[in-house]
Protein backbone atom coordinates (compact mmCIF):
# COMPACT_ATOMS: atom_id res chain seq x y z
CA UNK A 1 0.00 0.00 0.00
CA UNK A 2 0.90 3.14 -0.67
CA UNK A 3 1.09 5.95 2.27
CA UNK A 4 0.90 9.90 0.56
CA UNK A 5 1.72 12.47 2.79
CA UNK A 6 1.48 16.14 1.47
CA UNK A 7 0.28 18.97 3.24
CA UNK A 8 -3.24 18.98 1.71
CA UNK A 9 -4.13 15.98 3.72
CA UNK A 10 -2.64 17.12 6.81
CA UNK A 11 -4.55 20.79 6.14
CA UNK A 12 -7.98 18.43 5.74
CA UNK A 13 -7.68 17.00 8.95
CA UNK A 14 -6.79 20.31 11.39
CA UNK A 15 -9.35 22.44 9.95
CA UNK A 16 -11.96 19.86 10.64
CA UNK A 17 -11.01 19.28 14.32
CA UNK A 18 -12.92 21.44 16.56
CA UNK A 19 -10.60 24.97 17.90
CA UNK A 20 -9.29 23.27 20.75
CA UNK A 21 -7.77 20.15 19.44
CA UNK A 22 -6.12 22.03 16.44
CA UNK A 23 -2.54 22.66 18.50
CA UNK A 24 -2.38 18.89 19.35
CA UNK A 25 -3.38 17.90 16.23
CA UNK A 26 -0.71 19.93 14.40
CA UNK A 27 2.44 19.00 16.61
CA UNK A 28 1.48 15.61 15.91
CA UNK A 29 1.09 15.64 12.42
CA UNK A 30 4.20 17.71 12.38
CA UNK A 31 6.10 15.06 14.44
CA UNK A 32 4.70 11.94 12.22
CA UNK A 33 6.23 13.74 9.32
CA UNK A 34 9.41 14.80 10.44
CA UNK A 35 9.67 10.94 11.51
CA UNK A 36 8.85 9.98 7.70
CA UNK A 37 12.07 11.65 7.02
CA UNK A 38 9.97 15.03 5.28
CA UNK A 39 11.43 17.62 6.73
CA UNK A 40 10.25 20.69 4.78
CA UNK A 41 6.46 19.13 5.53
CA UNK A 42 7.03 19.33 9.38
CA UNK A 43 8.03 22.69 9.17
CA UNK A 44 4.95 23.84 6.70
CA UNK A 45 2.52 21.59 8.76
CA UNK A 46 4.03 23.36 12.13
CA UNK A 47 3.47 26.60 10.47
CA UNK A 48 -0.52 25.86 10.06
CA UNK A 49 -1.94 29.13 11.54
CA UNK A 50 -4.96 28.23 13.84
CA UNK A 51 -8.79 29.85 12.60
CA UNK A 52 -10.86 32.00 14.32
CA UNK A 53 -13.63 31.55 16.02
CA UNK A 54 -15.70 32.83 13.35
CA UNK A 55 -13.07 31.18 9.98
CA UNK A 56 -13.77 27.54 12.28
CA UNK A 57 -17.22 28.21 12.41
CA UNK A 58 -17.32 28.47 8.55
CA UNK A 59 -14.96 25.87 7.93
CA UNK A 60 -17.51 23.36 9.98
CA UNK A 61 -20.50 24.31 7.86
CA UNK A 62 -18.58 24.01 4.72
CA UNK A 63 -17.37 20.53 5.45
CA UNK A 64 -20.70 19.56 7.63
CA UNK A 65 -23.49 21.26 5.50
CA UNK A 66 -22.28 21.95 1.81
CA UNK A 67 -25.70 21.18 0.46
CA UNK A 68 -27.04 23.62 2.48
CA UNK A 69 -25.01 26.31 1.06
CA UNK A 70 -25.81 25.39 -2.44
CA UNK A 71 -29.16 27.91 -2.84
CA UNK A 72 -26.99 30.36 -1.27
CA UNK A 73 -24.27 29.83 -3.51
CA UNK A 74 -26.90 30.27 -6.68
CA UNK A 75 -27.90 33.35 -5.30
CA UNK A 76 -24.63 35.11 -4.74
CA UNK A 77 -24.08 33.80 -8.70
CA UNK A 78 -27.70 35.71 -9.25
CA UNK A 79 -26.67 38.48 -7.72
CA UNK A 80 -22.90 38.80 -9.52
CA UNK A 81 -24.65 38.32 -12.77
CA UNK A 82 -27.77 41.54 -11.69
CA UNK A 83 -23.80 43.36 -10.94
CA UNK A 84 -22.76 42.41 -14.36
CA UNK A 85 -25.31 43.49 -16.34
CA UNK A 86 -26.41 46.33 -14.35
CA UNK A 87 -29.96 45.12 -14.54
CA UNK A 88 -31.37 47.96 -12.15
CA UNK A 89 -34.82 46.24 -11.45
CA UNK A 90 -32.96 42.59 -10.44
CA UNK A 91 -30.43 44.42 -8.68
CA UNK A 92 -33.03 45.93 -6.60
CA UNK A 93 -35.12 42.96 -5.81
CA UNK A 94 -32.20 40.90 -5.03
CA UNK A 95 -30.75 43.38 -2.68
CA UNK A 96 -33.61 43.43 -0.27
CA UNK A 97 -33.31 39.76 -0.42
CA UNK A 98 -29.10 39.47 0.31
CA UNK A 99 -29.79 41.11 4.16
CA UNK A 100 -32.25 38.18 5.09
CA UNK A 101 -30.66 35.66 3.53
CA UNK A 102 -27.52 36.31 4.84
CA UNK A 103 -29.03 36.53 8.49
CA UNK A 104 -30.49 33.20 8.07
CA UNK A 105 -27.40 31.58 6.98
CA UNK A 106 -25.30 33.55 9.59
CA UNK A 107 -27.77 31.90 12.14
CA UNK A 108 -27.45 28.64 10.47
CA UNK A 109 -23.68 28.42 10.90
CA UNK A 110 -23.97 29.42 14.62
CA UNK A 111 -26.21 27.07 14.96
CA UNK A 112 -24.04 24.17 13.63
CA UNK A 113 -21.09 25.72 15.58
CA UNK A 114 -23.06 25.25 18.48
CA UNK A 115 -24.40 22.16 18.12
CA UNK A 116 -20.94 21.03 17.79
CA UNK A 117 -19.88 22.62 21.19
CA UNK A 118 -18.08 25.29 20.22
CA UNK A 119 -21.04 28.04 20.22
CA UNK A 120 -20.05 31.54 18.46
CA UNK A 121 -20.56 34.93 20.12
CA UNK A 122 -21.79 38.26 18.56
CA UNK A 123 -18.38 39.67 17.10
CA UNK A 124 -17.69 36.19 15.67
CA UNK A 125 -21.07 36.01 14.28
CA UNK A 126 -20.32 39.76 12.54
CA UNK A 127 -17.43 38.09 11.05
CA UNK A 128 -19.49 35.30 9.51
CA UNK A 129 -22.04 37.65 8.32
CA UNK A 130 -19.39 39.90 6.65
CA UNK A 131 -17.58 37.02 5.23
CA UNK A 132 -21.32 35.92 3.81
CA UNK A 133 -21.43 39.32 2.01
CA UNK A 134 -17.93 38.71 0.56
CA UNK A 135 -18.68 35.65 -1.06
CA UNK A 136 -21.70 36.94 -2.30
CA UNK A 137 -19.97 40.26 -4.23
CA UNK A 138 -16.85 38.01 -5.52
CA UNK A 139 -16.63 34.63 -6.84
CA UNK A 140 -12.67 34.39 -5.38
CA UNK A 141 -13.82 34.78 -1.99
CA UNK A 142 -16.71 32.36 -2.36
CA UNK A 143 -13.88 29.45 -3.64
CA UNK A 144 -11.48 30.31 -0.44
CA UNK A 145 -14.77 29.75 1.65
CA UNK A 146 -15.39 26.30 -0.13
CA UNK A 147 -12.19 25.34 0.85
CA UNK A 148 -13.20 24.90 4.57
CA UNK A 149 -9.76 25.85 5.59
CA UNK A 150 -10.29 29.39 6.41
CA UNK A 151 -7.78 31.11 8.86
CA UNK A 152 -9.73 34.61 9.03
CA UNK A 153 -12.91 36.00 8.35
CA UNK A 154 -13.14 37.72 4.89
CA UNK A 155 -14.99 40.96 3.94
CA UNK A 156 -16.25 43.41 1.66
CA UNK A 157 -15.89 47.20 1.36
CA UNK A 158 -18.56 47.66 -0.93
CA UNK A 159 -16.58 48.02 -3.97
CA UNK A 160 -13.73 45.91 -6.02
CA UNK A 161 -12.38 43.07 -4.97
CA UNK A 162 -12.29 41.26 -1.66
CA UNK A 163 -9.20 40.92 0.14
CA UNK A 164 -8.09 37.48 0.42
CA UNK A 165 -4.28 36.99 0.81
CA UNK A 166 -3.58 34.89 3.60
CA UNK A 167 -6.99 33.66 3.88
CA UNK A 168 -6.92 30.15 3.71
CA UNK A 169 -4.25 27.65 4.97
CA UNK A 170 -2.60 26.72 1.49
CA UNK A 171 -3.08 29.02 -1.85
CA UNK A 172 -1.77 26.29 -4.08
CA UNK A 173 -3.88 24.79 -5.72
CA UNK A 174 -1.59 21.20 -6.11
CA UNK A 175 0.57 21.37 -3.02
CA UNK A 176 3.79 18.72 -3.63
CA UNK A 177 3.41 15.14 -2.74
CA UNK A 178 5.73 13.46 -0.69
CA UNK A 179 5.65 9.36 -1.19
CA UNK A 180 6.87 6.61 1.19
CA UNK A 181 6.66 3.85 -0.86
CA UNK A 182 4.62 0.42 -0.01
CA UNK A 183 2.74 -2.30 -1.73
CA UNK A 184 0.97 -0.49 -5.00
CA UNK A 185 -1.18 -3.16 -5.70
CA UNK A 186 -5.35 -2.30 -6.47
CA UNK A 187 -4.65 1.36 -6.67
CA UNK A 188 -5.41 1.52 -10.26
CA UNK A 189 -8.73 0.07 -9.59
CA UNK A 190 -9.35 2.54 -6.46
CA UNK A 191 -8.56 4.84 -8.41
CA UNK A 192 -11.30 4.81 -10.98
CA UNK A 193 -13.77 4.03 -8.92
CA UNK A 194 -13.18 6.67 -7.12
CA UNK A 195 -12.99 9.20 -10.22
CA UNK A 196 -16.09 7.66 -11.37
CA UNK A 197 -18.18 8.22 -7.62
CA UNK A 198 -16.52 11.90 -8.10
CA UNK A 199 -17.82 12.48 -11.16
CA UNK A 200 -21.49 11.23 -10.17
CA UNK A 201 -20.98 13.34 -7.05
CA UNK A 202 -20.69 16.30 -9.20
CA UNK A 203 -23.71 15.91 -12.01
CA UNK A 204 -26.12 15.44 -8.77
CA UNK A 205 -24.67 18.48 -7.29
CA UNK A 206 -24.90 20.37 -10.71
CA UNK A 207 -28.59 18.82 -11.45
CA UNK A 208 -29.29 20.25 -7.91
CA UNK A 209 -27.67 23.67 -8.56
CA UNK A 210 -29.64 23.62 -11.80
CA UNK A 211 -32.84 23.26 -9.76
CA UNK A 212 -32.02 25.41 -7.44
CA UNK A 213 -31.29 27.98 -9.93
CA UNK A 214 -34.61 27.90 -11.62
CA UNK A 215 -36.42 27.59 -8.11
CA UNK A 216 -34.75 31.02 -7.48
CA UNK A 217 -35.51 33.01 -10.82
CA UNK A 218 -39.30 32.06 -10.18
CA UNK A 219 -38.50 33.55 -6.73
CA UNK A 220 -37.08 36.39 -8.32
CA UNK A 221 -40.09 37.30 -11.28
CA UNK A 222 -42.17 36.77 -8.23
CA UNK A 223 -40.29 40.26 -6.61
CA UNK A 224 -39.91 41.86 -9.91
CA UNK A 225 -43.92 41.71 -9.93
CA UNK A 226 -43.96 42.48 -6.46
CA UNK A 227 -41.69 45.32 -6.75
CA UNK A 228 -43.84 46.55 -9.98
CA UNK A 229 -46.87 46.48 -7.97
CA UNK A 230 -45.25 48.50 -5.10
CA UNK A 231 -44.24 50.86 -7.61
CA UNK A 232 -47.19 51.30 -8.69
CA UNK A 233 -49.01 51.32 -5.58
CA UNK A 234 -46.28 54.44 -4.89
CA UNK A 235 -47.35 55.98 -7.60
CA UNK A 236 -51.02 56.38 -7.26
CA UNK A 237 -50.46 57.17 -2.87
CA UNK A 238 -48.09 60.19 -4.68
CA UNK A 239 -50.65 61.43 -6.77
CA UNK A 240 -53.62 61.37 -3.83
CA UNK A 241 -50.69 62.84 -1.55
CA UNK A 242 -50.05 65.85 -3.86
CA UNK A 243 -53.79 66.28 -4.22
CA UNK A 244 -54.52 66.54 -0.43
CA UNK A 245 -51.18 68.87 0.19
CA UNK A 246 -53.11 71.21 -2.39
CA UNK A 247 -56.12 70.70 -1.47
CA UNK A 248 -54.49 71.72 2.49
CA UNK A 249 -52.51 74.73 0.46
CA UNK A 250 -55.67 76.13 -1.04
CA UNK A 251 -57.45 76.09 2.43
CA UNK A 252 -54.40 77.75 4.14
CA UNK A 253 -54.60 80.61 1.27
CA UNK A 254 -58.38 80.92 2.04
CA UNK A 255 -57.51 81.09 6.06
CA UNK A 256 -55.26 83.48 5.46
CA UNK A 257 -57.77 85.88 2.87
CA UNK A 258 -60.34 85.32 6.02
CA UNK A 259 -57.94 86.53 8.91
CA UNK A 260 -56.73 89.68 7.21
CA UNK A 261 -60.51 90.23 6.62
CA UNK A 262 -61.05 89.10 10.59
CA UNK A 263 -58.24 91.94 11.32
CA UNK A 264 -59.58 94.57 9.32
CA UNK A 265 -63.36 94.17 10.75
CA UNK A 266 -61.98 93.85 14.00
CA UNK A 267 -59.74 97.48 13.49
CA UNK A 268 -63.26 98.99 11.98
CA UNK A 269 -65.09 97.55 14.82
CA UNK A 270 -62.80 99.32 17.68
CA UNK A 271 -63.10 102.09 15.59
CA UNK A 272 -66.57 102.19 15.98
CA UNK A 273 -66.86 101.60 19.59
CA UNK A 274 -64.40 104.53 20.27
CA UNK A 275 -66.60 107.06 18.30
CA UNK A 276 -69.68 105.38 20.59
CA UNK A 277 -67.72 106.20 23.71
CA UNK A 278 -66.80 109.44 22.82
CA UNK A 279 -71.10 110.23 21.68
CA UNK A 280 -71.91 108.97 24.49
CA UNK A 281 -69.71 111.44 27.02
CA UNK A 282 -70.70 114.33 24.61
CA UNK A 283 -74.11 113.45 24.78
CA UNK A 284 -73.92 112.81 28.71
CA UNK A 285 -72.05 116.49 28.72
CA UNK A 286 -74.55 118.10 26.69
CA UNK A 287 -77.68 116.95 29.02
CA UNK A 288 -75.48 117.67 32.20
CA UNK A 289 -75.20 121.48 30.47
CA UNK A 290 -78.85 121.73 29.96
CA UNK A 291 -79.44 120.78 33.33
CA UNK A 292 -77.61 123.42 34.66
CA UNK A 293 -79.19 125.96 32.35
CA UNK A 294 -82.66 124.79 33.75
CA UNK A 295 -85.19 127.84 34.43
CA UNK A 296 -86.62 126.67 37.57
CA UNK A 297 -84.23 126.21 39.61
Do not use: C
Not at 161 to 184: F, H, M, R, W, Y
Amino acid sequence: MIVILHLRAAVQQLYAVPPGDFTALRGRLANEARAAGDQDLAKQVAALRKPTVAAWALNHFVRTHLDELAEFRSFAELLREAQRTLDADQLRALGRERARRVDALGLQIAAAARDAGNPVGAAPLVEVHDTLVALIADEEAEKKVLTGALVKALSYSGFGSVDIEDAVAIDDDEPALTVVQGSGEGDGRSDANASSVADDLEERRRAKREAQRNRLAGALKAARDAAREADRNVAVLTARQEEVTEGIADLERRLATARDRLAKVTAELEDALGARDRRQAAQEQAEEALSDHDPRR
